[in-house]
Each structure stands twice: as C-alpha cells, then as structure tokens.
C-alpha cells in the first residue's frame, strides 16, 4: 500500500524541507516568470496600419505590445507616434512616450530588429526627429494662442536639441538636416520669419 505522504529519509525530512521549499517561494516571488519570448507581430501591424495615417486603429494594438513588454523602445516609440498628429494635451503624451523610448535605449535595452525598416543608425535619427517634431508643432500651437515669445522660444531651442542628437546618431538624414538649417534660421533671426518658419515642409517629409 502507498502512504500518502512517505517523510523523506535523512536530514531533508528532518528540518531542511521546509527552508528549501521557502528559499524556493522567494526565488519566484523576487524573480518572477521569465520574460516572454519577443514577439513583434502586433507593432509589425500597428506601424503598418500607422503609416497609413489610422493611428486611432493602430493604438490600441501598441497598447496590447506594452503590456506583454512595457520597457520595449520600439513599443513607446510607436506608441508616441499614435499621438504625434493630435494637438495638446496629446502632444505632451507623445514626448512622453519618445523620450521614454531614448531612456530606455540609454539605459541598455534593445531595439529590436525586423519593425522598423532600417538599421539602428536610423532609427535613432528617426527617434530624435519625431521628438523634435513635438516640440516644433507645440511651438507652433503656442504661437496662435499668444504665449509669451520666451516661452515659444525655448520650445525651439529643445526641438534643436533632439535635431543635435538625431544628427549625430544618423548624420544622412535629410530631414533632420532640414530641421537644423530651419531652426538656426528662427533661432537666430527674427519673430518676423515664423509664418515662413511654420508652413515650410523639407525634403523627405520633413514637415515643419
């Protein structure tokens, strides 16, 4: 007959069961489950479905990704994509995400590889650039509402900061290096020049 519970033999049945199978317990709650294996089919169709101007459809797809993996660059870089065509309050929301995206690359994690169509050159420039883009089309918002020119003013000087960085991640991009010949034009000339400054759009899509 099988007992249904047989004391193992030994010092494990006499008093190291029980400490294993706590040290065992805390493993798991301090380590967790493994991470899931990446999986980038739902940004492959999120961004699909982006680059065709339906980003409301596209979110809530980028949504699902971060849930499964919330320190993803790509997933928040994406994500600050969906908000990049709305006005303020979304605008904040999508330099939030971006520069989420930077810190995370900057403190080590990967970009993946087969999403975003280029190498990683590349789409550090591209990063930059849509943060800059941010703060170029608040800049432009914060001028039709009246606020004061300072404030309007050092909008540009970070938009010309993240253009600094984009150029020096990826230096043959035409579009950041339209942004930085438009930027130090207003920057260094006069209030006159911004309806020029805002309607202008540079080669590649380097829409100001």
């Not at 493994?34 to 739902?42: E, F, H, Q």
């Not at 904040?92 to 999403?115: D, M, N, S």
Request: hydrophobic share 40%; net charge neutral; with cysteine.
């Amino acid at each position: 007959m099988i007992r249904p519970c047989t004391r193992i033999p030994g010092p494990l049945g006499r008093g190291m069961a029980r400490p294993l199978l706590m040290l065992a317990c805390a493993a798991l709650l301090l380590g967790g489950c493994p991470p899931p294996a990446y999986d980038p089919a739902l940004l492959i169709e999120a961004s699909a479905i982006g680059n065709q101007q339906r980003w409301p459809e596209a979110r809530p797809l980028i949504q699902q990704h971060l849930l499964k993996y919330p320190e993803d660059p790509l997933g928040h870089f994406y994500y600050g994509l969906s908000f990049l065509h709305l006005g303020q309050p979304q605008l904040t929301l999508a330099e939030g995400e971006l520069l989420t995206a930077q810190a995370l690359i900057e403190r080590g994690k990967p970009v993946a590889q087969g999403v975003f169509e280029g190498d990683h050159e590349k789409f550090m420039g591209e990063l930059y650039q849509k943060t800059a883009l941010v703060y170029i089309r608040a800049f432009r918002e914060a001028l039709l509402r009246d606020v004061p020119y300072e404030y309007c003013r050092e909008l540009l000087k970070k938009a010309m900061a993240q253009t600094e960085l984009g150029l020096a991640a990826y230096p043959d991009s035409l579009g950041l290096k339209d942004y930085a010949k438009t930027l130090n034009e207003f920057l260094h000339g006069t209030p006159e020049r911004t309806p020029d400054i805002m309607t202008r759009s540079g080669e590649s899509g380097a829409a100001i």
